[in-house]
């Protein structure tokens, strides 16, 4: 008999992957069943057509007899598809919208969670809204995140999956390694829980806080004042740092903070004092001041505070004749 041409079509373009099966009835051989199937990587948003014509043998498959139209309209899937944890429960899905938006009636939000129970979910979302968030989820245990974008016909293909592991608020412990005149070498551990892979702590930056008291001089006093500089390491990796440019002789305060999704961990606080060492300035203003035959009263002022590099224990006077007997 004729030979049956099947063309499907998405958005006025050809797609390959059809199928076209008749059936007879056994109650009536006459009336065929006749059954329409298309296979397409993915689920393609947009309006499938099919048209389905019989041609004759030797006739170069011009139709014989009318052809009929399938119209299928599909959803596009979101774009953009992420999902951040934003604190230690919670996750932010976020997308952008396929166009046009009024073919959307809604979004599905679906997780699955490789714990024990296997742990699932689902979340439905209006259509003017681009995130959703995600509580109560657990620290430690890896989700898996997808989601669909809904409309009046077919849903769009499946986003995702974007996997995602709980952190924890880390929690750090600072050690001193080494101080010297002018700068200290720190170094710092992560503790993690025994029950918990490392990379639940691990933190995705550092702050480091240093506050002393500075000498300086003032109207020719010195005077103390209270100073705090914050060094940010934006890699969360690092276990050490070197602190340099300090005063010498000078006690430091220094904390350090480490932050990641899950939220801040409790200040860990060493307390250091720099080496002294040699003083970088002389006495002042030396003068002299009495004079006796046998005796001379030599008087000068201090170092200046921000040049004695720690405390003064003595000084040494030198003399000699330039004048005079041998």
């Given at each position: 008999?004729?030979?049956?041409?099947?063309?499907?079509?998405?958005?006025?373009?050809?797609?390959?992957?059809?199928?076209?099966?008749?059936?007879?009835?056994?109650?009536?051989?006459?009336?065929?069943?006749?059954?329409?199937?298309?296979?397409?990587?993915?689920?393609?948003?947009?309006?499938?057509?099919?048209?389905?014509?019989?041609?004759?043998?030797?006739?170069?498959?011009?139709?014989?007899?009318?052809?009929?139209?399938?119209?299928?309209?599909?959803?596009?899937?979101?774009?953009?598809?992420?999902?951040?944890?934003?604190?230690k429960t919670s996750v932010r899905i976020s997308w952008t919208p396929p166009a046009p938006k009024e073919s959307v009636t809604g979004y599905q939000i679906y997780y699955m969670a490789t714990d024990s129970q296997g742990t699932r979910g689902e979340f439905m979302t209006a259509p003017e809204t681009n995130h959703r968030l995600i509580h109560d989820l657990q620290t430690g245990i890896n989700y898996s995140f997808t989601m669909v974008a809904l409309s009046k016909h077919l849903p769009s293909e499946v986003v995702g999956p974007i996997p995602l592991i709980m952190k924890a608020v880390p929690a750090i412990t600072v050690m001193t390694v080494e101080v010297a005149t002018t700068l200290v070498w720190l170094q710092w551990s992560g503790v993690n829980n025994v029950n918990q892979p490392e990379s639940v702590n691990q933190p995705d930056s550092l702050q480091i806080t240093f506050q002393y008291t500075m000498e300086s001089l003032h109207n020719g006093f010195c005077s103390d004042h209270q100073q705090s500089v914050i060094v940010t390491l934006t890699n969360g990796s690092i276990q050490q740092y070197n602190i340099t440019g300090l005063q010498e002789d000078s006690t430091y305060n220094i904390t350090i903070v480490a932050e990641n999704a899950a939220g801040k961990s409790a200040p860990s606080e060493v307390v250091i004092t720099t080496l002294q060492a040699a003083p970088s300035g002389t006495p002042q203003g030396v003068t002299r001041v009495n004079t006796t035959s046998t005796v001379i009263t030599v008087e000068w002022r201090e170092i200046p505070c921000i040049d004695r590099n720690g405390d003064i224990v003595e000084y040494t006077v030198r003399y000699y004749s330039i004048s005079g007997c041998n």
């Open positions: 008999g004729p030979a049956t041409n099947v063309t499907w079509t998405r958005d006025g373009k050809a797609v390959s992957g059809g199928n076209f099966t008749a059936t007879r009835r056994l109650d009536n051989p006459v009336t065929a069943a006749y059954t329409l199937t298309l296979s397409v990587a993915g689920r393609q948003g947009g309006v499938y057509r099919c048209q389905v014509a019989k041609s004759g043998p030797g006739m170069s498959g011009d139709p014989v007899n009318s052809s009929m139209e399938l119209e299928v309209k599909v959803a596009s899937p979101p774009t953009d598809f992420n999902a951040e944890q934003v604190n």
